[in-house]
T-cell receptor
Framework: QKEVEQDPGPLSVPEGAIVSLNCTYSNSAFQYFMWYRQYSRKGPELLMYTYSSGNKEDGRFTAQVDKSSKYISLFIRDSQPSDSATYLCAIEGRGSGNTGKLIFGQGTTLQVKP | KAGVTQTPRYLIKTRGQQVTLSCSPISGHRSVSWYQQTPGQGLQFLFEYFSETQRNKGNFPGRFSGRQFSNSRSEMNVSTLELGDSALYLC?????????????FGSGTRLTVV
């Protein structure tokens, strides 16, 4: 079993739809949670960072963490064609032994159709 | 504010050769991590440096090594290249303060081994 599981998709939605992206993880010691967006031939771009359970909102993006279920989500409201990309969840464990050591999901490919 | 800069962007090397990749972090960032990204394995952690010291290392063979300089710039070296080393190599920098958090990635170096 992988430490972080993410449905690779692809996911195709019409413009303006609400998109829900999800990851599950296996280790309760994981402490820090991130969502990245990666366009083709580019590096990942940090969208959201959180370390507590609950919701965090930034513009059209909402990150949700449920530590009891080991489940994290990213919601995109009013999706735009420019949101078409691969979305990666990334998780980091606590302690200095895990610093900088992000464990990534496989990434979900999203296409937003005009 | 300049982002994370990786050079070169593209490299073609022959099997058995060695290669050195460079990463300049965001000004003020003291932590630099390196990742390998392939279609089959996704993003995998190589190592992390902070203040010129390697703090964490992933599960890669000893042919993969790195270092960090006093100005926080980092280099990664791969010796005795194999065909399977063909990948996008990404570096990420951070302040090293998890209360602020998040890692900023560069655009990567695409290495092709022939």
């Amino acid at each position: 079993q992988k430490e972080v599981e993410q449905d690779p998709g692809p996911l195709s939605v019409p413009e303006g739809a609400i998109v829900s992206l999800n990851c599950t993880y296996s280790n309760s010691a994981f402490q820090y949670f991130m969502w990245y967006r990666q366009y083709s031939r580019k590096g990942p771009e940090l969208l959201m960072y959180t370390y507590s359970s609950g919701n965090k909102e930034d513009g059209r993006f909402t990150a949700q963490v449920d530590k009891s279920s080991k489940y994290i989500s990213l919601f995109i409201r009013d999706s735009q064609p420019s949101d078409s990309a691969t979305y990666l969840c990334a998780i980091e464990g606590r302690g200095s032994g895990n610093t900088g050591k992000l464990i990534f999901g496989q990434g979900t490919t999203l296409q937003v159709k005009p | 504010k300049a982002g994370v800069t990786q050079t070169p962007r593209y490299l073609i090397k022959t099997r058995g050769q060695q290669v050195t990749l460079s990463c300049s972090p965001i000004s003020g960032h003291r932590s630099v991590s390196w990742y390998q990204q392939t279609p089959g394995q996704g993003l995998q952690f190589l190592f992390e440096y902070f203040s010129e010291t390697q703090r964490n290392k992933g599960n890669f063979p000893g042919r993969f090594s790195g270092r960090q300089f006093s100005n926080s710039r980092s280099e990664m070296n791969v010796s005795t290249l194999e065909l399977g080393d063909s990948a996008l190599y990404l570096c990420a920098s951070s302040l090293g303060d998890r209360t602020i958090g998040g890692y900023t990635f560069g655009s990567g170096t695409r290495l092709t081994v022939v």
